[in-house]
């Protein structure tokens, strides 16, 4: 006689003597287990599985229940224990309960069905082991820099009202523009989504790093901290040439990276404090753009940092040597 023969002739023994062994039957509970069997059938929405009650035994579980007489079972007329549960991801319980571990898939998606799985049957290891792997994915994809794209002033105070951490903003909008550029603008504004991209990789998982490509203005920072504005600084001027106006974009990289490191004192809401304020209001002694500061809600203040380029004499006795200055 066959193993499967064998295994089916037992599991079939244990059903009671009020079943039908005919084979449009109906499907009865049995409260005893599976104690008396050593193999068992498992028929799991569909997917068909043929292992043993030691196995099934090795997690305390809804498995081992099963066999014990702990949990009901369902055997249908040719001898099958029924399990009302998708069987896609069965295969892999049953191989960890054989092996202590298996290989769990790449996909964040199957690796949260396999894990429903496991807590259904109770297998606290693959409970465990899903539960690194997810916990490994969250890190991996820390380390991947995400750079949301605003599509909506709407979708863009949402986002920056609820997140936790501090945001710098690049408005970037070159078509926005109804004058020629000047002979380095192009250059400058690639220079500065150059910059964007290595501060958002710099200090990706500190700072929410947003792209808007819908504003008004050409090239525009933004800096936000506990979801108000807190600096601004605008990149574009006009020139007024002899002939015609033309557009002018600068690229203030100190100004931006200082920008850029005064938002982290609002990191894990630190800058509520009048220690954070004060850093964040006070300007480099250095600094050549212009500022204009504007009042905002209560007695805090936006910095709005408008570059230009002007010309200034040089103070320091050598002089009235001309010097630029951005």
């Known amino acids: 006689m066959s193993a499967e023969a064998s295994a089916g002739s037992v599991a079939a023994a ?40 030691q196995t099934l035994s090795k997690e305390d579980g809804l498995l081992r229940s099963m066999c014990n007489g702990g949990a009901e079972v369902t055997i249908d ?22 092996d202590g571990s298996v290989p769990l898939p790449e996909s964040h998606r199957e690796l949260e069905e396999v894990l429903k799985e496991a807590q259904y049957y109770r297998v606290q290891g693959l409970v ?55 002979s380095n603008s192009d250059d400058n504004l690639l220079k500065n989504i150059e ?49 015609k106006k033309q557009t002018k974009v600068e690229f203030p990289e100190a100004r931006i990276f200082e920008e850029t490191l005064n938002i982290l004192i609002y990191e894990n ?19 050549s753009q212009s500022e204009e500061e504007g009042a905002s809600a209560g007695d805090r203040r936006v910095r709005r940092i408008h570059v230009r380029r002007h010309i200034m004499h040089d103070e320091r006795g050598h002089g009235q040597q001309t010097v630029y200055k951005d």
Not at 131 to 160: F, H, L, N, W
Not at 215 to 236: L, Q
Not at 269 to 282: K, M, Q
Request: charged share 20%.
């Open 14 to 53: 244990s059903v009671p003597t009020t079943q039908s062994s005919g084979r449009g039957s109906e499907e009865k509970g049995v409260g005893g287990g599976l104690a008396g069997s050593k193999y068992v059938k498992l028929n799991v929405g569909g997917s068909l599985h043929y292992t043993t009650v």
């Open 77 to 98: 007329s040719e001898g099958w224990v029924v399990l009302d549960r998708c069987g896609r991801h069965f295969g892999l319980v049953l191989n960890f309960m054989r």
């Open 128 to 182: 465990q082991h899903c539960t690194s792997a997810m916990q490994k994915q969250r890190d991996v994809y820390e380390g991947v820099c995400r750079i949301p794209m605003i599509t909506s002033a709407k979708e863009e105070q949402r986002m920056i009202t609820t997140c936790r951490k501090p945001v710098v903003k690049l408005q970037n909008n070159r078509g926005n523009n109804k004058y020629s550029y000047t």
């Open 195 to 243: 910059l964007f991209d290595k501060l958002g990789l710099r200090f990706n998982g500190r700072v929410l790093f947003v792209k808007d490509v819908l504003g008004d203005e050409i090239c525009c920072w933004s800096f936000y901290g506990e979801g108000r504005k807190i600096a601004e600084v605008c990149c574009t001027s006009i020139v007024y040439a002899t002939e």
């Open 269 to 287: 809401g630190r800058g509520s404090g009048p220690g954070g304020v004060a850093l964040l209001e006070s300007s480099s002694p250095g600094a």
